[in-house]
């Protein structure tokens, strides 16, 4: 079975800067997908990013952007030019692109503080 | 931009009642699940549904739970027995794989409180 690990527990972050969250994985499978979920303090689960594991380009959605190593199984988020409206739950998922129905298999978690 | 539905928003209940928490999925979507989330802690997947049967289901999704669509547009998760550890948020979602940069689409989510 996969897992997926974040072994932070808290990040914070000054309004403007840069801040990485981490994320491992543990997998067989050469093809999969990788996302970025925010959960703001509402618990929507909102997608932030989302990466499919054939592409060896990084994905990026404007301030968001990954660093996916293969090799490593390693998922990080980059929040560049932090704000206030990003403080939240991040969570790093994985799907099995096995079928199309896959599930998400979710980390604990970490919460982002953003500081003014 | 579509949107999941969910209802109640939050919902309290006596240990041993039945709860019934509805979703409206995004119409064109092909497959619905339930996750859960214990406060302060990891989401869970329940079940996956497609083609109005369940594709997959987790260690936690027992004889204590059921799911249904039941007139094409809504997607229920039934607890029949609630017992004090159900107490958790529960997030319905839908996905298509045709469009699938956006990943699949969460409700609000229910937050079910059995005392």
């Known amino acids: 079975a996969q897992t997926v690990t974040q072994s932070q527990p808290e990040m914070s972050v000054q309004e403007a800067e840069t801040v990485t969250l981490s994320c491992t994985y543990d997998t067989s499978e050469s093809d999969y997908y990788l996302f970025w979920y925010k959960q703001p303090p509402s618990r929507q689960m909102i997608l932030v990013i989302r990466?499919?594991?054939?592409?060896?380009q990084n994905a990026t959605e404007n301030r968001f952007s990954v660093n996916f190593q293969k090799a490593a199984k390693s998922f990080s988020l980059k929040i560049s030019d932090s704000q206030l409206g990003d403080a939240a739950m991040y969570f790093c998922?994985?799907?099995?692109?096995?079928?199309?129905?896959?599930?998400?298999?979710f980390g604990q978690g970490t919460i982002l503080t953003v500081h003014p | 931009e579509p949107e999941v539905t969910q209802t109640p928003s939050h919902q309290v209940t006596q240990m041993g009642q039945e709860v019934i928490l509805r979703c409206v999925p995004i119409?064109?979507?092909?497959?619905f699940y339930w996750y859960r989330q214990i406060l302060g802690q990891k989401v869970e997947f329940l079940v996956s549904f497609y083609n109005n049967e369940i594709s997959e289901k987790s260690e936690i999704f027992d004889d204590q739970f059921s799911v249904e669509r039941p007139d094409g547009s809504n997607f229920t998760l039934k607890i029949r027995s609630t017992k004090l550890e159900d107490s958790a948020m529960y997030f319905c979602a839908s996905y298509t794989p045709w469009d699938s940069s956006r990943g699949y689409t969460f409700g609000s989510g229910t937050r079910l409180t059995v005392v």
């Open positions: 119409s064109n979507h092909l497959y």
């Open positions: 990466q499919e594991a054939y592409k060896q």
């Open positions: 998922a994985y799907r099995s692109s096995g079928t199309s129905y896959g599930k998400l298999t």
